[in-house]
């Protein structure tokens, strides 16, 4: 269950940053509310995964993976653009995490 957790960890620190993102400054207070609500749930479920899987590994999981998928939510969503450079970044962060699940030793204490 650990994964589980940190994936509605990822999917909800998404949600909140979107959100954050939508609120135009915090001007609108529905995408505000969302934001807030997402950063809530994102921590109760990474504080979840925490219980079985190091931090290290953990938070370098949930923050790559979310990074490389709010960059994909902005070029989508928001259309905002990103270079060759960028994208080259996004990619080895994605190399990162698969070297971790995959490779890795240490994910569970």
Do not use: N, P
Not at 35 to 51: K, N
């Amino acid at each position: 269950m650990d994964w589980t957790h940190l994936g509605f960890a990822i999917v909800a620190k998404i949600v909140g940053r979107t959100a954050l993102k939508a609120s135009d400054g915090s001007s609108k207070l529905g995408s505000s509310l969302v934001a807030v609500v997402g950063f809530i749930v994102a921590l109760y479920f990474l504080e979840v995964t925490l219980r079985t899987l190091q931090l290290a590994v953990a938070y370098a999981i949930c923050a790559s993976a979310g990074t490389a998928l709010l960059t994909i939510v902005g070029v989508v969503i928001f259309r905002q653009s990103l270079d060759f450079a960028g994208w080259v970044g996004v990619l080895q962060i994605v190399a990162g995490v698969v070297v971790i699940k995959t490779l890795s030793k240490t994910e569970i204490h």
